[in-house]
């Protein structure tokens, strides 16, 4: 038997670090036996540190590697998100806008209230839109209020929320609770060489030219090189840009007016001419960027785009290529692909981080206890992940295509049919007849993307499913009491909630408590 | 609603003061009265609602609204200090009141100051309780800090079924966990042992106990008043 016990963590950015931290903690305590985690950091290579929108796991993600919430809000710059507003995605209109927020629909799993609130919509002559009607987030983010109060532990919410935070003080921060709580060990060093075995196993890192590391397990979180998993191991990438067209970003940074601007506490999205604008509020600046195809527009023309957006003559954006895809493999022999060496989609639904989250859990709560099984786990994890990166391709398609917007060559090619994935093809068809819901179409345990995802942003577009009305007299009364409690819910807490900004001073000031 | 003066003899000669206010919900305690007051309430920890800080507490009824389920006796003649300055307050060094407070009084309880514009027996002892509550603050804060940096606090659910199928259940309250009290290292147990701390957090957890009497007593009230009418 060859034990696993010498994990190589290679990279520095948010996927090394977190990757480290997060198999660290779950073994923590093993290092008696030999149990050890290595992290190799090149000094030469930047990191991209654009990612700054998670999703709400990265709460259970921070508590259970054990960092203080407090601390993570003073050090990495974070905010609360509680979901994204699209706006201009339907018709381009400037009125037209939906939230997608973290809060499921009352009682979802109890009752679908889709059929419900598209029946009673039918009757009235100003619609109510789907978001507000079952839940409260999106007036808590129309007025620019936190998902909790002081009084709230850390990790705790009245308002499911996620973080917005800064990556690059992200991943020091995790360095520093790596390498003081954790045992990982920090190398910096540039990997010169990689050694293979027979058998085609990675041997050991050649590290600088004259040092060497062997290890049992080697993590690729190198970026878009790739070292590991593409130049060593030669998994070929599959590209996904005949689906989502976007492939290059610019970023920039935005200063707020003053140090009580209000910060909002949701991602907003505006759709463009061929692409869309990300709008980040951090506490102490904005992060803004343009995601675009360059075959339908210029680099200048998205450039004079995002001017617009911002309210200036001229940007000078730093400009990122996106290859959008994965691997067609993510674990081949020892060596697993972690980060954006695994896959990267344009960051619509904020979808980097928590493939690293969920990539890094599956490996540390998996992880083989000798070689002769690595396989069998290395398939497992495989089939998993795949599945995870064709939802996701398949959830910021739906955006795309839902769209009545007809302005331009990048929304008309957006609806051709054979950039449409399959699957999803078959669940609209099926869904303009049912709602999507719990657990009719989602069969996988930890689905990246919940039917009330699908919910919000099929409602939100204006998508239109037939609704039998007798098929509601089961749960009309139920349905009925849910939107009562939603309208007092939402009521409630539109006055007790604290604004957005005023929490985080507070947050900075006097911390949270840990219970 | 709160109205705010600062007391002054010039304007608050013919004030007087009832002897005892309306009995709250829960009123704060400070750590030199933990062991007077664990004989016959919980002591519990709750969050201050603007700053997220705990502070500690005795719970005297089982609702707000309610009147104290045990009277005077029953407490072994216990009353909270805060509850004995009901209605005062310590800003910037003086003495502030709560006008709308309903111990403040034209006509009922006693003069607040002498003919000559002294301060009056009962506001002596009002001034000396606040001193006294004052310097207490800073060693709840000490203590409060100890048990949060050594993670001793924890939630606690309280709930009750009372006659008649009511049930309360009682939110936001902490108390100091037995368990990782009997965790802490050995220096950290000598540490608090000689600082008092040990014996204040027994008190604390000890007197959850008192949750058992408070609830059975209102209970009994519940089921005589039931049976006279």
């Known amino acids: 038997m060859k034990p696993i016990k010498k994990i190589v963590v290679v990279g520095g950015g948010t996927a090394g670090w977190l990757t480290a931290c997060i198999i660290a903690a779950r ?19 930047p990191t991209i540190g654009v990612g700054e929108g998670t999703w709400p796991t990265m709460r259970s993600t921070l508590s259970r590697i054990g960092v203080s919430e407090t601390e993570f809000f003073r050090q990495c710059d974070a905010a609360f998100k509680q979901g994204a507003l699209f706006s201009r995605w339907t018709t381009g209109q400037a009125s037209d806008a939906y939230f997608h927020p973290l809060m499921l629909p009352q009682g979802f799993s109890h009752t679908n209230l889709v059929p419900h609130w598209l029946q009673q919509n039918l009757h009235k002559s100003s619609e109510q839109n789907f978001c507000d009607a079952v839940c409260p987030q999106g007036v808590i983010c129309q007025k620019g209020l936190a998902p909790k109060t002081i009084s709230h532990a850390e990790f705790e919410a009245v308002a499911n929320y996620a973080y917005h935070l800064d990556a690059g003080k992200f ?56 070292l590991l998993i593409g130049d060593a191991m030669q998994v070929p990438f599959k590209d996904c840009k005949d689906i989502l067209f976007c492939d290059t970003a610019l970023a920039v940074q935005v200063p707020y007016e003053n140090e009580f601007s209000p910060i909002a506490t949701h991602t907003i999205s505006t759709a463009q001419s061929a692409g869309w604008i990300w ?5 102490t600046r904005r992060g803004v960027g343009h995601v675009y195809s360059s075959q339908h527009i210029s680099d200048e023309q998205a450039e004079r785009e995002l001017a617009a957006y911002i309210g200036k ?39 980097a981080i928590v493939m690293i989250e969920l990539s890094a859990k599956l490996i540390a709560e998996q992880l083989p206890v000798c070689r002769e099984v690595m396989d069998i786990v290395a398939k497992r994890f495989n089939a998993t992940t795949l599945y995870r990166w064709g939802r996701i391709i398949d959830f910021l398609k739906l ?66 499913t037939q609704v039998e009305a007798d098929t509601l007299q089961n749960t009309a009364k139920y349905a009925e009491r849910l939107l009562r409690e939603n309208r007092n819910l939402t009521e409630k807490l539109g006055l007790s909630l604290p604004y957005h900004r005023d929490l985080i001073m507070k947050i900075h000031e006097r911390g949270l408590q840990t219970v | 609603m709160a109205r705010f003066e600062l007391l002054s003899a010039d304007q608050h000669q013919d004030l007087r003061l009832i002897a005892q206010g309306e009995t709250p919900h829960f009123t704060s305690v400070i750590t030199s009265e933990f062991f007077e007051a664990a004989n016959s309430l919980p002591i519990m920890l709750t969050k201050n609602s603007e700053t997220g800080e705990f502070f500690a507490v005795v719970i005297l009824s089982m609702k707000s609204g309610e009147p104290p389920i045990k009277n005077l006796a029953q407490r072994g003649g216990f009353v909270p200090l805060s509850l ?112 008092g701390y040990m014996q204040l957090a027994y008190l604390v957890a000890g007197s959850l106990k008192q949750f058992n009497s408070l609830a059975h007593m209102r209970n009994q009230a519940l089921l005589s008043k039931t049976e006279t009418t």
């Not at chain 1, 910096?188 to 990675?202: F, P, R, Y």
């Open chain 1, 27 to 45: 073994h923590k305590g093993r290092e008696a036996s030999g149990f050890s985690v290595t992290l190799i950091e090149s000094a030469n290579t």
């Open chain 1, 279 to 283: 709008d980040i509020g951090l506490p």
């Open chain 1, 313 to 351: 003559d001229s940007v000078s954006a730093r400009k990122i290529k996106i290859r959008a895809g994965h691997r067609e493999t993510f674990w081949k022999n020892n060596c697993v692909a972690v980060g954006l060496s695994a896959g990267f989609m344009e960051p619509l639904e904020a979808s």
């Open chain 2, 84 to 195: 004995q300055c009901q209605g005062f307050y310590i800003s910037d060094q003086q003495i502030a009141i709560d006008r709308d407070n309903p111990r403040f009084s034209s006509t009922e309880g006693e003069a607040l100051f002498t003919a000559s514009r002294q301060p009056a027996e009962c506001l002596r002892k009002v001034q000396h309780t606040l001193g006294k509550l004052h310097i207490g603050q800073e060693q709840n804060q000490a203590f409060i800090k100890a048990m949060t940096e050594n993670q001793l606090i924890e939630p606690v659910d309280l709930d009750f079924s009372f006659e008649k199928g009511e049930r309360i259940s009682l939110k936001g309250l902490y108390s100091i966990s037995l368990d990782s009290l009997h965790q802490l290292d050995d220096a950290k147990v000598i540490e608090f042992f000689r600082s």
């Open chain 1, 171 to 226: 991943a020091v921060f995790l360095q520093q609770h790596a390498c003081k709580q954790l045992n990982v060990q920090h190398r910096i060093a540039d990997v010169t060489q990689v050694k293979l075995t027979d058998s085609g196993d990675i041997d050991r890192l050649v590290l600088n030219g004259d040092q060497e590391i062997a290890g049992d397990l080697f993590i690729d979180c190198t970026g878009f090189r790739a």
């Open chain 1, 399 to 464: 955006h795309y295509v839902l769209t009545q917007r007809r302005d331009s060559d990048f929304w008309r090619d957006n609806l051709d049919p054979s950039s449409i994935p399959d699957r999803l093809k078959e669940l609209l068809l099926l869904w303009s007849y049912q709602s999507p819901w719990f657990h009719d179409e989602f069969n996988q345990v930890e689905e990246i993307f919940p039917a009330a995802s699908y919910q919000y942003v099929l409602y939100g577009m204006k998508f239109k």
